[in-house]
Every structure is written in structure tokens, then in C-alpha cells.
């Protein structure tokens, strides 16, 4: 059981930045992918970003490409999601995923394991 706390949102105003982090309980992740998705009112949940731990392979939504970054560090098993010009169409619940496997997926139902979520809200 993977155990997954994001930190790091809040209230930004349009063009701002915010650097969310998700910290897991795995002591090695390298046959994990992480992910991050985001969750707005009435809406489904979507892809974001993810990143292979093994290699540090990513993939973006075209929404948030040039604009938000996914990086990793080992030593402290984090994930992060740094986001840039950020919009009031980013405003949403974000939520970091696990997934035991190689594959950068996009879709909710790939993931294992999830985190509790952090509100990110983007004013204009």
C-alpha cells in the first residue's frame, strides 16, 4: 500500500506560480509511475502530467505543455508539479497518482494508489 500527501496549492491570481508536492510512503519507487491530475467542480477527473521514476520519461497534457513541469527527487521519494502562468481554467483539486507500471497514463483508472488532493484556485 502506497501512501500518497500532496502539499502546496492555494490562491494565486492569474500568471502566477504555485509548486505543488506529493510526498509517498514507498521507500523505492523506480517500478512506479506518478502522476498528477486535476479534479474541477462538476467536472471529471483529468490527466496532467506524469513521469516514469525509473528513467524520468514524462508526458503532459497539451492544456498545461510549456506552462507546468513534473520532476522527481529520489532521495526524498517527492514528487513535484511546478505551474507557471497559471490560468483560472487551472483551478481545480489536484491529486497525485501511483501506478505499478511502466506506462505514463493518462487516465484515472490506470493508477493504483492516490492522494487525499490540494485545492489550487486561480483568480482573475
Do not use: H
Not at 474541477?40 to 503532459?60: I, M, Q
Not at 492516490?114 to 489550487?120: A, E, N, P
Amino acid at each position: 500500500q502506497v501512501q500518497l500527501v500532496e502539499s502546496g496549492g492555494g490562491l494565486v491570481q492569474a500568471g502566477g506560480s504555485l509548486r505543488l508536492s506529493c510526498a509517498a510512503s514507498e521507500r523505492s519507487l523506480s517500478s512506479y509511475v506518478m502522476g498528477w491530475f486535476r479534479q474541477a467542480p462538476g467536472k471529471e477527473r483529468e490527466f496532467v502530467a506524469a513521469a516514469r521514476w525509473r528513467d524520468g520519461s514524462t508526458k503532459y497534457a497539451d492544456s498545461v505543455e510549456d506552462r507546468f513541469t513534473i520532476s522527481r527527487d529520489n532521495a526524498k521519494n517527492t514528487l513535484y508539479l511546478q505551474m507557471n502562468s497559471l490560468k483560472p481554467e487551472d483551478t481545480a483539486v489536484y491529486y497525485c497518482g501511483a501506478a505499478r507500471s511502466f506506462v505514463l497514463g493518462v487516465r484515472p483508472t490506470e493508477y493504483d494508489y492516490w492522494g487525499q488532493g490540494t485545492q489550487v484556485t486561480v483568480s482573475s
